[in-house]
């Protein structure tokens, strides 16, 4: 359990955070604010030389995914998340795009023709693109402020030799105002310096040279400042985000799901479900969680882990019911979208097959 810790910058949104060992969860240190979570990842620069698009152009376009799909189909899909495309250059026919490539990015040195879908639509196609990745730089200091060091991180900074401070792999574990957990991230910490913290006595600033695992975009940064306060207290409070920061709220709603213990409601019980808002995926999902588990619940975030959902230990029981309210707009904007390959299918079609088979009977109001 992460200790109550007094300082940073007032209450509100800042949450509370500990610095753990990996391999035993020795806790190194807890503070109440880190500097260097919230920046903007490494992102790659695409030409696409010879681009049609498919329908209206995607000048100034911002999406949440967008899979490049090999026309000659001789390799997989890939993804570029967090993409915008910046137009087309005055003099060439390319499309630049910008965004961050997932973990695998295209095969090295793919020159050919490939189309592009961000799920719901086809973008458009160019016969070949190049690739150019940011300048490697070094990673940005993540400072622990505030923070109270254990013994273990005590006799570290004592011995101050470059073994000792080294920490190796550990997990900084985010919980809200209130204490409870929220998330966590991977580091790969090495201590560069520490000094006595202005936050109170015994207290010192910890910068670590890092490796950030997943650090946090500009654009979710108000969402993580709304949950660091604590769960919403009223259902829907994410209907008016993008889709962009609808995502990185149920990624937020899933991590901190996944780390509850859930008690598993009575067989038969009646769950109503407010559709109104439901106009891309994440939003399918988040008021699902809310139906099932209230105000910022969780129950699934895609279609695997809403069977697992299904099968206990996430607040239900079967059988029941849910009364779907509104579905119609989940069934205009979901009922025609795309896999990662470009295939078509029914999402909401595939989702109430799947809560039918896990003893969910749904009925529409």
Known sequence: MIPTVHGGRGHGGQGRYALTESEHGHIWGVCAEVEGLFREPRR????????????????????????????????????????????????TDALVLTGVDDCMGPPEGYRAPVRLHDGYRWLGSCREFTRVLPEEQAAPSLVLRGLSPGDRLRQALAKGTRRALDLDEAWLEIRDDSGEPLTDRLLRPRVRAW??????PDLIDLELGDELDRPVPGYARPVWDRWLVGPPEAPGAWAGLDTRQREAWLELVRERGCRLQHRDG??????????????????LYLALGEAVNGPGGYFGGCVDALEDCLRGNFGYTGPATLRWRDVAAAREHLSHVLNPEGEPYDLVSLVLEVLTEGRMRVTFA
Do not use: K, N
């Not at 490049?68 to 087309?88: F, H, I, K, N």
């Not at 000094?195 to 109170?200: D, K, T």
């Open 44 to 91: 790659a620069t695409y030409e696409l030389f010879g681009w049609v698009p498919d329908g209206a152009a995607v000048r100034g376009w911002v999406g949440c995914r967008v899979w490049l799909v090999p026309e000659d189909r001789t390799t997989d899909p890939w993804l570029l998340e967090d993409a915008e495309s910046l137009g087309q250059r005055s003099r």
């Open 195 to 200: 000094r006595r913290s202005s936050h109170g």
């Open 266 to 283: 009575p067989a038969g019980q009646l769950y109503e479900l407010d559709g109104r808002h439901i106009t891309d995926e994440p939003s």
